[in-house]
Each structure stands twice: as structure tokens, then as C-alpha cells.
């Protein structure tokens, strides 16, 4: 079992910046593939970014590469996103997942973990 924990989300105005943070607990956490979804009002929920085990290989979404960043510190079991430049269309409940392989390589509904999802709201 893998406990995931959300924190971070918040309001800001477009052209803002959010850090989101994501605590991985339990047995073996730290060997999990990591990654970042997001599911926006009356809208399916999409993969953001992820990053494998070691850190090492990282993927975004087009709609947010160049301006998210993601990250993990290992020693501390926690997953990182770095959000600049944000617009309204960002504005979604954002979710950690950790799964045992990258999250690009299943269906979301088959992925393993997910935390309670922090919301972040970005204001015109």
C-alpha cells in the first residue's frame, strides 16, 4: 500500500505561480513511478506529468510543458510541480498518482494510487 498526500493548491491570478507538493508513504514508496493529474470542472481527468522512480525521466502534457516542472526528492518521498505562467484553463483538482510503472502506460482507471487531489484555482 502507498499513501499519497497533496498540499500546496491554492488561488492565484493568471500569470501566477504555484508549487504543489506530493508525500508518498508506506512500504516501498520510493520505488514507484510518480506522476501528476488534474480533472477540471464537468472534465475528464488528464495526466499532467510524471517521472519514474529515480527521477531521472519526466513527461508532460503539451498543454503544460514548458511551464510546469516536476520533480521528486527521494530521500524525502515527495514529489514536487512547479506551476508558472498559469492560466484560467489550469484551474482543476490536481491529483498524485504513484503506480509501478509510468503512468503514460495505463488507462487512468487501471493506475494503482492516487491522494485526495489539492484544488487549484487560477482567476482572470
Known amino acids: 500500500q502507498v499513501q499519497l498526500v497533496e498540499s500546496g493548491g491554492g488561488l492565484v491570478q493568471a500569470g501566477g505561480s504555484l508549487r504543489l507538493s506530493c508525500a508518498a508513504s508506506g512500504r516501498r514508496a520510493s520505488n514507484y513511478a510518480l506522476a501528476w493529474f488534474r480533472q477540471g470542472p464537468e472534465k475528464e481527468r488528464e495526466f499532467v506529468a510524471g517521472i519514474n522512480f529515480a527521477g531521472g525521466s519526466r513527461v508532460y502534457a503539451d498543454s503544460v510543458k514548458d511551464r510546469f516542472t516536476i520533480s521528486r526528492d527521494t530521500a524525502k518521498n515527495t514529489m514536487y510541480l512547479e506551476m508558472n505562467s498559469l492560466k484560467p484553463d489550469d484551474t482543476a483538482v490536481y491529483y498524485c498518482?504513484?503506480?509501478?510503472?509510468?503512468?503514460?502506460?495505463?488507462?487512468?482507471?487501471?493506475?494503482?494510487?492516487w491522494g485526495q487531489g489539492t484544488q487549484v484555482t487560477v482567476s482572470s
Open positions: 498518482n504513484a503506480d509501478a510503472v509510468f503512468a503514460t502506460i495505463k488507462r487512468i482507471d487501471e493506475l494503482d494510487y
